[in-house]
Nanobody
Framework: QVQLVESGGGLVQAGGSLRLSCAASGRTFVTYAMGWFRQAPDKEREFVAGISRGGISTDYADSVKGRFTISRDNAKNTVHLQMASLKPEDTAVYYC?????????????????WGQGTQVTVSS
């Protein structure tokens, strides 16, 4: 089992940048594929970005491609989401998630552990 704690959210103007971090407990972090999801008010939780166990493969939602970058540091048990050129529609609670699956893809139900979330608000 792994526990996840997100940080780095906040209020930013449109066009600005934020870097989210997710710290994982335990010594088996490298065995989890990791992902970031977000949920805006009155909307379903949606996939944002994912990264493989070794950090070689990444995947992004079309809405964030070219603006967001996911990365991980297995030595520090952390995963990051660098967000640039932020838009008001990026406003949401952002969740870090860990999956036991080798290739969980963008499917929410394939992720087994979740953090509590961090709020990102982009003002226009």
């Amino acid at each position: 089992q792994v526990q996840l704690v997100e940080s780095g959210g906040g209020l930013v103007q449109a066009g600005g940048s934020l870097r989210l971090s997710c710290a994982a407990s335990g010594r088996t972090f490298v065995t989890y594929a990791m992902g970031w999801f977000r949920q805006a008010p009155d909307k379903e939780r949606e996939f944002v970005a994912g990264i493989s166990r070794g950090g070689i493969s990444t995947d992004y939602a079309d809405s964030v491609k070219g603006r967001f970058t996911i990365s991980r540091d297995n030595a520090k048990n952390t995963v990051h989401l660098q967000m640039a050129s932020l838009k008001p529609e990026d406003t949401a609670v952002y969740y870090c998630a860990a999956s036991n699956s080798l290739y969980p893809g963008q499917t929410l139900r394939r992720y087994d552990y979740w953090g509590q979330g961090t709020q990102v608000t982009v003002s226009s």
